[in-house]
């Protein structure tokens, strides 16, 4: 079964500093997703990786896909309180003869003013 | 924008009791997903479909069932409610699920809704 690993499991940073989230896949996957959890709520789409070496920003956030396909990244620059909450990665891969969408278990990212 | 909703935010049954869970998306999606979220488990799929009255197992189908008599409809049903089956539960949708003959896999993103959290006493 696809194994995901995503760390930290938590992080907490102070206003304005950037930080990284990691998402680690033991398969080559067909596409890499992340999402943002505020908590008790649904999950936010915010992108989608699917070429080795592809990068993607939005606003101050930027992903990047290792050219294995195996790893992402997330970076957040200058962090603000608006950032906080669960960051969850997905994968798309293949499993016998149907596709899925496979998340890690997210990191918790708290920002404090 | 792709719109998810899911008839309650919030709900509290009784053991044994027969829970509906409803999913409404706005957007034609031909897929749609049950998934439930615990601590420490993360998000584990229940149960999704790829087409009006067509349903397939995920990871943990016990003690559910679902039914999809409209596209873009999905219901949860717990049959006899337990208190493991205390949860989030997260319904999502999405145009595609599967990989172009180019090998992209673009519009598979989920969208989901704002999710349902239920107690079972």
């Known amino acids: 079964s696809q194994e995901l690993e995503q760390s930290p499991q938590s992080l907490i940073v102070q206003e304005g500093k950037n930080l990284t989230i990691n998402c680690t896949s033991s398969?080559?996957?067909?596409?890499l997703y992340w999402y943002k959890q505020k908590y008790g709520e649904g999950l936010i789409f915010l992108m989608m990786?699917?070429?080795?070496?592809e990068e993607k920003s939005h606003e101050k956030i930027t992903a990047k896909l290792d050219e294995k396909k195996q790893q992402s990244s997330l970076h957040i620059t200058a962090s603000q309180p608006s950032h906080a909450g669960i960051y969850l990665c997905g994968v798309f891969t293949r499993g016998g003869s149907n596709y899925k969408l496979t998340f890690g278990k997210g990191t918790l990212l708290t920002v404090n003013p | 924008d792709v719109k998810v909703t899911q008839s309650s935010r919030y709900l509290v049954k009784r053991t044994g009791e027969k829970v509906f869970l409803e999913c409404v998306q706005d957007?034609?999606?031909?897929?749609m997903f049950w998934y439930r979220q615990d601590p420490g488990l993360g998000l584990r799929l229940i149960y999704f479909?790829?087409?009006?009255?067509?349903?397939e197992k995920g990871d943990i189908p016990e003690g559910y069932s679902v039914s999809r008599e409209k596209k873009e409809r999905f219901s949860l049903i717990l049959e006899s409610a337990s208190t493991n089956q205390t949860s989030m539960y997260l319904c999502a949708s999405s145009f595609s699920l599967s990989i172009s003959f180019s090998g992209r896999a673009e519009n598979n993103e989920q969208f989901f809704g704002p999710g349902t959290r239920l107690t079972v006493l």
């Open positions: 479909s790829y087409d009006v009255k067509m349903k």
């Open positions: 990786l699917q070429k080795g070496g």
């Open positions: 398969k080559t996957l067909y596409g």
């Open positions: 957007m034609d999606h031909e897929n």
